[in-house]
């Protein structure tokens, strides 16, 4: 079956560069995503990305993707006290009838000021 | 803008008791869904819903049941909770269930105790 890996904890000084990366199994896996969970919230989208692409970038975030080593990596740049937060690496793969999305245990993620 | 509404947000029950907790969407979304989150164990699909009156399990099903009488709504039954069930459970909502994107929507949360 799928399965999704990445760190549990990260810690960084306010203004460096954050990397949480994430491995995955599923070869067939269409869309990844990284997911953001504040303290005694649900888990909001913060971007993604399709199998066919390597990078993508959205202000602060910078999502790689190395397909041949199915591993994923955010990397936040300017990291702010405000992103303290889990942040969960998740996959949907092609398969069939395959409606489920697979996350990880999360990596929570938290910046010195 | 409402969202993925839940309730309660919070609920302690005795072990042999039963409950509902509530789910409702109002972004006319297909597809429906159940996770419990637990320390270490990052998100498990309980059940989920493709549309209305169709069901399925997910990867921890056992203990809970869920209906889909409407597209809103997304109820989660436990007929006679038990202490392994104390976690906090998620709903989540996506406009289509095999759709290109299928980013998911979640509720803020229900935390239950069970003693």
């Known amino acids: 079956g799928e399965d999704v890996e990445q760190s549990l904890f990260l810690s960084v000084r306010e203004g460096d560069s954050s990397v949480i990366n994430c491995t995955y199994t599923?070869?067939?896996?269409?869309?990844l995503y990284w997911y953001k969970q504040e303290p005694g919230a649900g888990l909001q989208l913060l971007t993604y990305?399709?199998?066919?692409?390597d990078m993508k970038q959205d202000q602060r975030l910078t999502v790689l993707l190395n397909k041949k080593d199915k591993h994923l990596s955010l990397r936040i740049a300017d990291t702010q006290t405000g992103d303290s937060a889990i942040y969960f690496c998740?996959?949907?793969?092609?398969?069939?009838?395959?409606?489920?999305?697979?996350f990880g245990k999360g990596t929570k993620l938290s910046v010195i000021p | 803008n409402a969202g993925v509404t839940q309730t309660p947000k919070f609920q302690v029950l005795k072990t042999g008791q039963s409950m509902t907790l509530q789910c409702a969407q109002d972004m006319n979304h297909e597809y429906m869904s159940w996770y419990r989150q637990d320390p270490g164990m990052g998100l498990r699909l309980i059940h989920y819903s493709v549309g209305a009156g169709i069901t399925d399990q997910g990867e921890v099903p056992n203990g809970y049941n869920v209906s889909r009488s409407t597209t809103e709504d997304f109820p989660l039954r436990l007929l006679s909770a038990a202490p392994s069930q104390t976690s906090v459970y998620f709903c989540?909502?996506?406009?289509?269930?095999?759709?290109?994107?299928?980013?998911?929507?979640f509720g803020e949360g229900s935390r239950l105790t069970v003693l």
């Open positions: 599923d070869s067939s896996s269409t869309y």
């Open positions: 998740a996959e949907k793969n092609s398969g069939a009838g395959s409606y489920q999305l697979t």
């Open positions: 990305i399709f199998s066919n692409m």
């Open positions: 989540a909502s996506s406009y289509s269930a095999g759709g290109p994107i299928g980013e998911l929507f």
